[in-house]
């Protein structure tokens, strides 16, 4: 065990005058006087020994128990002096006296500045912490404040010392508080916890608070210091990070809805109801699209009357952002009322005009283009869209949106590309009636529906006469016209319900539906009533005939290629019973 250097000297001292006492004393025999002036010298020592003890245990300069020590011994050698008359006594006395008082002196006055010092920086700290710092009595007064929490509750430090705590806490952070309280007293381990504090203005702010009991010289409980610092703010961006990730999550789910679905008017209002029931504090919204016109229209809206605005468009100068591309919000919106009449009408009616306070407009962009702009407006606030964490979210937002209409018109072009090459490989180029492919597809698809339903179906075959001589005096290019003119009047021809196409020359094949033999005539008299006007192509008039062969399922044949077999050698046999005249066509 160590001993700490301020009682050894203690220790050794009182040794010291126990021995040259116990020497000293035997020797000579005292007078009542001189007893009693040994004892009060006594007693100084005793004290003087006392009070160096006892500072020796307190952060004090080492000097000063050391210089009351030197003093003790002084005081203990002049009493011997007395008691002996020894010189020597008093030489050694006035040597202690003359070493010890200096050392006492020097050493209080370095303690003092120091502890000057000490209280100095003590106190900047205090005051320059960036937490608050109140000081209570156990009645919860305040007793003590520093600068942050007078900035932070919004009073001076005088206004502070006349306040309890309880003028800061709500109902629900009284509650905790005394919780906390009680448990730090009953000698238990308290966390922060957070409360919110009503400032001088009435407003709040979320504060996470530390306690520490205070204790007085004899460790009894006197006073709670209590630190608080402001974390409202990363509360609010805590929540808005909850919220952004809430409404990413819900985005990436409806982006993924929406790429496995047409993009039509009714998911434009799908999404748009997903979007303002996610996205923080908006009310309703709206879809503008620039179209062909280079007018930006309403193509879907929540919450309006979209049936209304449906007829409006804008120029991008009317705009009220005037084509900017970046998200911005828009809370002045006079020029709205600069519109025409009719327009302003409308959007006032059917747009809520007069009950938007705010409105967060953000850009879609393709291309480097603003093609798009999504609206998200609020009824309640001026400043709901004012936060910059919603702003942040408004720019990735968009920026998801551009990706998604940019897949979704590369899908559609692709769609449209395929149905393109798909029409052009089931048509015929020319007169634009299906072609050779087109006819197998339905001709195979019609007759298993007709075996199904115990139904008849008739294939006509037709071929003009005389085809080859338009050719040969005409030319090829005339020809085509004029296939082109047989194929829009034989389509007039047709019911809805059949198909007429173009096996190749001048062959065409029809496919009639639910046709027996009786029905299968009367269409073939139909056709040749068609061709009883003359054709014009070219400034021309061309009066030319057609031969026509029919056959019927299941009659005739079972399979496609049995009656058209059928039909074409029932064309042919109906040609060589035609005259010469007939068969020719007549140019005039």
Known sequence: MT???????????SILIIVVSAIVFPMHTFQPVRLLAVLSEMVIIGVSLVAAYLLGNRELHRGIPLGLI????????????????????????VTL????????????????????????????VLSNSLDGILLLDLSENVLYTNKTACDLLGYNEEQLKMKKLSDFLSEEGERKFREARSSLFAGQNVSAFEVELITSGESQLVAEISLVIGRNANEDPDSIILTFKDVTHV????????????????LNELITEVLESDFDEETYKYFLMKCVQSFPRADAAAFLLREDDNRF??????????EELKPISFAPEELIRKSSDEVVIVKDYSVDYKMDSERLKRIIKGGRLLEIKSTLSIPIKI????????????????????DEEIMNTAIGFGKAISVLLWRINTVNELRRQRELMERLSMEDHLTGLPNRRAFFDCAMRQIELSRRNGEEMAILYLDLNDFKGVNDTLGHDFGDELLKSVGKRLSNVCRKSDLIA???GDEFVFILPSTGKEGSREAETRIHQAFEDPFSVKGRGLKLTASVGIAVFPDDGKTIRELLIVADEKMYENKENLSKESKRVTIT
């Open 3 to 13: 001993i700490p250097g301020g009682k050894l000297q203690v220790y050794l001292t």
């Open 70 to 93: 030197l003093l003790s011994l002084s005081t203990y050698f002049d009493l011997l002096e007395a008691l002996t008359g020894m010189n020597y006594y008093e030489f050694i006395s």
């Open 97 to 124: 006296l003359a070493v010890g008082f200096p050392i006492l002196l020097v050493s209080s006055i370095y303690h003092i500045r120091e502890r000057k010092k000490r209280m100095s920086e003590f106190s900047a």
């Open 235 to 250: 509360r609010r961006i805590e929540s808005a990070l909850v919220e952004q990730n809430r409404f990413q999550k819900v």
């Open 297 to 306: 229209h309403f193509v879907a809206t929540y919450n309006y009357d979209f």
């Open 367 to 386: 291309d480097g283009d603003v093609k798009m702009y999504f609206n998200l407006d609020s009824f309640s606030s001026s400043t709901a869209f004012d």
């Open 502 to 504: 173009r096996m190749g």
